[in-house]
T-cell receptor
Framework: GAVVSQHPSWVICKSGTSVKIECRSL??????MFWYRQFPKQSLMLMAT?????????EQGVEKDKFLINHASLTLSTLTVTSAHPEDSSFYIC?????????????FGEGSRLTVL | DAKTTQPPSMDCAEGRAANLPCNHS???????VYWYRQIHSQGPQYIIH???NNETNEMASLIITEDRKSSTLILPHATLRDTAVYYC???????????FGGGTRLMVKP
């Protein structure tokens, strides 16, 4: 199947700093990528839809100025958590779909675990 | 996308078949049933999907009732590595995003 890779897989940072997470589609081009967040023992919650060459679309309740998304190429989307606080500690997961896959068949990255001290 | 209902947790003995039910009584005619699983601290993994007919692949079988109001994912010979949260999602072909519910936490025991 298609491969989506995230980096870093885990990161620890101090409160107030910014953290960038990369999501790459390794063997296909993705005009759209999705960013999810998952708190312990909870399900995945969609944060935003990342569109190549245009602005991301954020879900209700997700602060666009705090979670900066850049989709500069067809194989890379980045999520930057700005001025991170302990409540931003979570598991962040990206996903994408190859062009020929059916609509619901998404491929997910390995996830990036953020811990803010 | 139609709402789906799954039991929060299930146990299964290693080597036995794991049958995971999903209720989607309000599913519409153009919505597929997708199954994903998430092993602890990993991203979700696609398993299988279907519309009306039963489906089988190397990972699992999907049985969809004739009225399409429910389905069952079958792992024919569960192993310890199948311990995960299994998500059933009803989705049409418009748009790409997936909405995840609570899923079923399957524990395969030796």
């Amino acid at each position: 199947g298609a491969v989506v890779s995230q980096h870093p897989s885990w990161v620890i940072c101090k409160s107030g700093t910014s953290v960038k997470i990369e999501c790459r589609s390794l063997d296909f081009q993705a005009t759209t990528m999705f960013w999810y967040r998952q708190f312990p023992k909870q399900s995945l919650m969609l944060m935003a839809t990342s569109n190549e060459g245009s602005k991301a679309t954020y879900e209700q309740g997700v602060e666009k100025d705090k979670f900066l998304i850049n989709h500069a190429s067809l194989t890379l989307s980045t999520l930057t958590v700005t001025s991170a606080h302990p409540e931003d500690s979570s598991f962040y997961i990206c996903s994408a779909r190859p062009g020929l896959a059916v609509a619901g068949e998404l491929f997910f990255g390995e996830g990036s675990r953020l811990t803010v001290l | 996308d139609a709402k789906t209902t799954q039991p929060p947790s299930m146990d299964c003995a290693e080597g036995r078949a794991a049958n995971l039910p999903c209720n989607h009584s309000t599913i519409s005619g153009n919505e597929y049933v997708y199954w994903y699983r998430q092993i602890h601290s990993q991203g979700p993994q696609y398993i299988i999907h279907g519309l009306k007919n039963n489906e089988t692949n190397e990972m699992a079988s999907l049985i969809i009732t004739e009225d399409r109001k429910s389905s069952t994912l079958i792992l024919p010979h569960a192993t310890l590595r199948d311990t995960a949260v299994y998500y059933c999602i009803a989705k049409n072909n418009a748009g790409n995003m997936l909405t995840f519910g609570g899923g079923t936490r399957l524990m395969v025991k030796p």
